[in-house]
């Protein structure tokens, strides 16, 4: 019997999210960092086997102390995103129940939909037994439909994820092509990969300061022409964005365009400029003309 529907991966932020996302699907489709709120959109990731279709809803990181506008707004849409599911997916690290996580499970207590644990980053723990434990403890947390242990990292049991979803999915037919791997368009994930690779190489508070624009895609047979504009919100952070000599946007540019390499499966042409919207996180018009669709 087939069966398709939508699957919420709920966390705080940096538990592993969007690497999931990204291993369930095969594909790189999310941003990933060791920064929180990394993902800033809505990002689907659409699985399908011989006899289901999941489509994998990756948030933003929900966290309490969301002090910009960006910030609420991306609560916003994490919370948001659990309205429209079939079953949530609560992300933890193995061994670790923060505060935060408390944060995250409460809002989720008064849900309809079942809730399945996931227990990611396994590959962490000295001993598979480790995780026994922990698992009675979150027991006592709340009456999780299901619990997977797993590692979005290497892999480890993210098969078994997706055949213990399954049964909470409805009766239905393909809601997407089967060959389809995400909602998201070509441009997008383009944008998102060059912004993992300033999160990835900037501190502070840059990182959350940058918006990536795409302007120019041009497809030929042979190459893709792709140009974008790195939005920062001050001189300062644009000075640090390019770098000495241009060393670090230089850097920036080419690990940028070998990831874009690997996901168009073509040679790629890029060309990135740097400018400055000042306050562009307070201003939603300008959010999302650079494709953030917080709301
Ligand atoms: N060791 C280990 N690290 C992991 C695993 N999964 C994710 N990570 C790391 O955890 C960090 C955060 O991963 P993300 O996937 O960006 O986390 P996220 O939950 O999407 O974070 P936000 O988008 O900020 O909410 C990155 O440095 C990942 O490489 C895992 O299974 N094992
Ligand atoms: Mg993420």
């Known amino acids: 019997m087939m069966r398709a529907g939508f699957v919420a991966l ?15 699907v095969g594909y790189r489709v999310a941003a990933i960092a060791s920064k929180p709120q990394t993902t800033r959109n809505q990002i689907r990731g659409i699985v399908t086997t011989e006899d289901a279709q999941l489509v994998f809803v990756d948030t933003p990181g929900l966290h309490e102390d969301a002090r910009t506008l960006l910030n609420r707004s991306l609560n916003a849409s994490a919370v948001a995103a659990l309205e429209e599911v079939d079953v949530v997916a609560l992300l933890v690290e193995a061994g670790r129940f923060t505060a935060e996580d408390e944060y995250v499970l409460k809002r989720l207590q008064h849900l309809r939909q079942p809730v399945v644990l996931v227990i990611n980053k396994i590959d962490r723990l000295k001993s598979p037994n480790e995780v026994l434990g922990f698992i009675d403890s979150m027991q006592k947390r709340h009456d999780f439909a299901e619990i997977v242990p797993l590692s979005a990292q290497t892999g480890a049991n993210c098969d078994s994820l997706v055949k213990a979803l399954k049964p909470y999915l409805p009766e239905s037919d393909l809601l997407f092509p089967e060959d389809q791997i995400t909602d998201k368009s070509v441009r997008f994930i ?4 060059i912004r993992e690779q300033i999160m990835q190489r900037l501190h502070q508070e840059i990182p959350y300061s940058v918006a990536v624009e795409i302007e120019q895609f041009d497809e030929q ?7 974008a504009v790195i939005w920062v919100e001050r001189d300062g952070q644009k000075a640090i964005v390019i770098g ?20 168009l499966e073509k040679k790629v042409y890029l060309r990135l400029w740097v400018k400055v919207s000042e306050d562009w996180q307070n201003d939603s018009r300008r959010w999302q003309q650079f494709g953030v669709d917080a709301d």
């Open 221 to 227: 047979p042979s190459l893709v022409r792709i140009g």
């Open 244 to 263: 000495k000599k241009g060393q670090m946007l230089k850097a920036i540019g080419s690990h940028a365009r070998t990831s874009i390499e690997a996901f």
């Open 10 to 24: 709920v966390g705080r932020p940096n538990v592993g999210k969007s690497t999931l996302l990204n291993r369930l």
């Open 190 to 193: 383009v944008g998102e990969l």
